[in-house]
């Protein structure tokens, strides 16, 4: 959460206060454009995308993150203007804009400790060795549809019947574990199950947590 804060203050206070120069380099942190064209990439062609994601080399992780900086903040933003929308309070609309994108970046984190192990856990079978930046790749792209979905339903509340979409992620973990993780089908199925339900259920949770511990973000 401070690391999400520091990099609103970072990237968007100096673009208000000093213009254009500051948004050149918030634009090296963020790239709002290319992320929803990767985004939609992944959603219309999955498989396609992931080989073409997992035939990059290089560390990759600068990227990646700035394709999961750029959601994160569209995020933010539709926190804040859902529960204004919604006749929420100044001090509910600001905690729900960091609360959001937090429990999203929290659950990369927590992603990335389960992935790693179950990838160690695996070697011997799978028989390849994935470095952090491909585990990275593969949580970062397979949470992009969830934060999106939730960037929505923050707006639409109404259309929550949509949250069924969120199932797609189930095909998006699929794919990735064969393209970037390299696990062969037989054995995505355990994997699969885990990602996907972290995916979906941890970030509900950590909202969740967060309004229990700060009443006044409800």
Known sequence: MYYFCHLLWVGVCPSVIFGHSSIASFNTIMDFKESLKRFWMLVSDTSDTWSRLASQTG???AEDFRFLYSLLVINAVSALAGYALNGHTAISCILNAIFSPAAFYATVWILFL???KLNNDGNDEAGS????SGIFRFII???ALNIVLNSFMLIFPGLFFLWILSLYTIYIVWEGLGSVMLIDDDMRTKPTAITTSIIIIAPALIMFLMHFIIPGAK
């Open 129 to 132: 060795e994935v470095t952090s």
């Open 141 to 143: 792209y397979s949470s």
């Open 59 to 61: 560390n990759t992780k």
């Open 114 to 116: 389960v992935v790693k």
